[in-house]
């Protein structure tokens, strides 16, 4: 079956300009993951989705960050304006929200911010 | 914050079994210990989970100590692909329950 995909994997922009990204989880996954990882950290949990609602959101800077799922399927992540700290690699992950049944993550979106 | 403990790297001689040890001394009785890795430049990706008794599938073998409190996954016959950052991480199994990841442990698995 095909995995998570994100797009893009690569993105430079400078400080104050805004940037998205996309994910398409895995076909029937009901819940969806937006993840950042800073260079030499672990993944860290920005908002869950489930179906097209928001599970948790309380580690997402709402001040400049925005999700959507619109349909309950692809999802959008946003940074508006985008700060220097926000360089990272944003990672989408999904999952059948069935119990003990893993999260399968895409490859995720290098983001630096100049 | 990560509920777990791990050493921040690890050399292993390609062919020998890699041990990578993991603290979880405050997991709670109904919380499981996954095991993801990272490789460089892709997503984490899943390894094995258990409760408390050991287990193994085709990638690893995990053994859990009797008070719950440690864990060792064990890669048999580790391999240059093998290098990657493993992370350990102790989590109730519900389905939608999102994993909370530490600093892991960087294998290096050397020719």
């Known amino acids: 079956e095909a995995g998570v995909a994100q797009s893009p994997r690569y993105k430079i922009i400078e400080k104050r300009q805004s940037v998205a990204f996309w994910c398409n989880p895995i076909s029937g996954h009901a819940t969806l993951y937006w993840y950042q990882q800073i260079l030499g950290q672990g993944p860290k949990l920005l908002i869950q989705f489930q179906n097209n609602g928001v599970v948790d959101d309380s580690q997402l800077p709402k001040d400049r960050f925005s999700a959507e799922r619109l349909k309950g399927v692809d999802s959008t992540l946003k940074i508006q304006p985008a700060k220097l700290e926000d360089s990272a690699v944003y990672l989408c992950a999904s999952s059948p929200g069935i119990i003990l049944v893993e999260q399968f993550f895409g490859p995720g979106t290098r983001l630096t911010v100049l | 914050d990560a509920k777990t403990t791990q050493p921040p790297s690890m050399d292993c001689a390609e062919g020998r079994a890699a041990n990578l040890p993991c603290n979880h001394s405050?997991?709670?009785?109904?919380?499981?210990v996954y095991w993801y890795r990272q490789i460089h430049s892709q997503g984490p990706q899943y390894i094995i989970h258990?409760?408390?008794n050991n287990e193994t599938n085709e990638m690893a073998s995990l053994i859990i100590t009797e008070d719950r409190k440690s864990s060792t996954l064990i890669l048999p016959h580790a391999t240059l692909r093998d290098t990657a950052v493993y992370y350990c991480?102790?989590?109730?199994?519900?389905?939608?329950?999102?994993?909370?990841f530490g600093k892991g442990t960087r294998l290096s698995v050397i020719a």
């Open positions: 991480i102790v989590r109730f199994p519900s389905g939608n329950t999102p994993l909370v």
């Open positions: 405050t997991i709670s009785g109904n919380e499981y």
């Open positions: 258990g409760l408390k």
